[in-house]
């Protein structure tokens, strides 16, 4: 079971990784904590480079 879900991780970040749209995530803190390589350069630009 834990190998199953570690496979659909996997999966599911390789897929926000390469997908060719701004993604992003944010705590209920409500800061921005993953972005996808689209969007990372955007919130860069925009933000400084403190992506945690």
Do not use: Q
């Not at 834990?2 to 992003?24: M, Q």
């Not at 944010?26 to 992506?51: E, L, S, T």
């Amino acid at each position: 079971m834990e190998k199953d879900l570690e496979r659909s991780r996997d999966f599911y970040l390789t897929l926000f990784e390469e997908f060719p749209a701004l993604i992003w995530r944010a705590g209920v803190d409500a800061k921005c904590n993953y972005f996808n390589k689209k969007m990372a350069p955007i919130y860069r630009k925009n933000h400084g480079a403190g992506i945690r």
